[in-house]
């Protein structure tokens, strides 16, 4: 090599200090670490992906405007077609509406919540506000009101990641008439409870809805998600967008799920009941305390540090979802799986906590 030079001076400050979000990967561990859906992908929309997919297409660019994916989505929620935008995973849009309109602006998140909006958010280098959330991780209207005067996006997440709790329309509507800037809610579970605010993207114009086909839909190998607004907010990410951000294959696979909704909306109906079993089962733990969840996943607590449980768990195979944050460091979140997967994890919770107060 010719010169050393010093790769650490070229960084921005904030890129430098920024901790990659890298996910683990273990195989042969029942996961439930990342709320994916648990069943095997359905035969049947295999059978129409490949009716659908021309190989020819593979050597040619996507379609940037993904016109049958969007106009299916059109279809089904009643929007017209400037009024959807899609993304390689909603990762990609939360990183676009960051670029476009949080970059040396000020973006309130309400925190603890998704991890990825403080990233993206640092990568586009905007002015990060966090307001904690209240006991019960209630939504702190007051304080995001206050912090959102001089905000271009409010980051809010319903149901949220990981709390499980929703927002009420009566605190969007406060949020939305009292900001001058966009509001951004991440309605990543919808699918399995709280309100779906949908109705409310034509009646303001600063609302911005995301959606993912990673969490109900079955598709987080392949990366889709959209995002609903008013057609002037998704004329300025097209600044930023790259043109062929959703590839052929995921395009026609997300078109062949919307196809065969019926099977997705039976399995969320399925991991409901799941879930409100293991939330039942979970509080019968002594030790444990589990937050209600309107999502595929449960929040719990313990008396014992989180990254001794989830050790604990790991080496009875199940993998949950630890947390890097200091005010999390007791917290836990454990995706709603399959009848087996669930009995599996509650057992390995239970041994684990009664091995921890033996030793205490
Ligand atoms: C999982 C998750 C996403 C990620 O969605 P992708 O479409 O897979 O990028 C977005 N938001 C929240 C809150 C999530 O939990």
């Known amino acids: 090599m010719n010169k050393k030079i010093s790769l650490r001076s070229l960084l921005r400050d904030d890129i430098q200090e920024l901790i990659p979000y890298k996910p683990v990967l273990y195989p042969d561990v029942i996961k439930l670490d990342a709320n994916e859906n648990p069943f095997d992908f359905p035969d049947s929309i295999w059978q129409t992906i490949t009716e659908l997919l021309d190989p020819q297409s593979f050597t040619r660019y996507p379609d940037a405007l993904a016109q ?21 995973g909603s990762d990609e849009l939360i990183l676009n509406l960051m670029l476009t309109y949080g970059a040396r602006n000020r973006v309130v998140i309400a925190v603890p919540t998704f991890s990825m909006y403080g990233i993206h958010a640092r990568v586009a280098g905007a002015n990060i506000l966090e307001i904690p959330r209240n006991s019960d991780f209630d939504l702190a209207v007051d304080e995001i009101l206050q912090a959102g005067k001089d905000a271009s996006l409010v980051m ?79 004329n300025y990410l097209f600044k930023v967008k790259q043109p062929f951000n959703l590839n052929t294959f995921s395009q026609v696979a997300a078109l062949a799920v919307l196809r065969h909704r019926d099977i997705f909306q039976k399995q969320v109906a399925k991991l409901v009941t799941e879930r409100d079993k293991l939330y039942s089962e979970m509080q019968k733990i002594s030790g444990v305390r589990v937050y209600p969840s309107d999502a595929n996943y449960l929040m719990f607590s313990t008396n014992y540090l989180a990254k001794e449980v989830y050790n604990g768990l790991l080496s009875n195979n199940v993998l949950v979802r630890n947390f890097g944050e200091p005010e999390l460091s007791r917290y836990l979140r454990v995706s709603v799986g399959q009848f087996e997967e669930n009995q599996l994890f509650l057992q390995a919770l239970e041994k684990v906590i009664n091995t921890m107060g033996e030793k205490d």
């Open 68 to 88: 049958d994916l969007i106009s299916e989505l059109s279809n089904i929620h009643g929007l017209t077609t400037n009024h959807i935008m899609v993304g390689n």
């Open 156 to 234: 809010l997440c319903s149901p949220n990641n990981p709390t499980g709790n929703s927002i009420t329309t009566e605190q969007l509507e406060m949020i939305l008439e009292n900001s001058p800037g966009l509001v951004v809610v991440d309605q990543a579970y919808v699918e399995f409870g709280g309100t779906n605010f949908m109705p409310l993207v034509e009646k303001y114009s600063n609302l911005v809805i995301l959606r993912t086909f990673s969490k109900a839909y079955g598709l987080a190998g392949l990366r889709v998600g959209y995002l609903f607004a008013q057609p002037d907010v998704i």
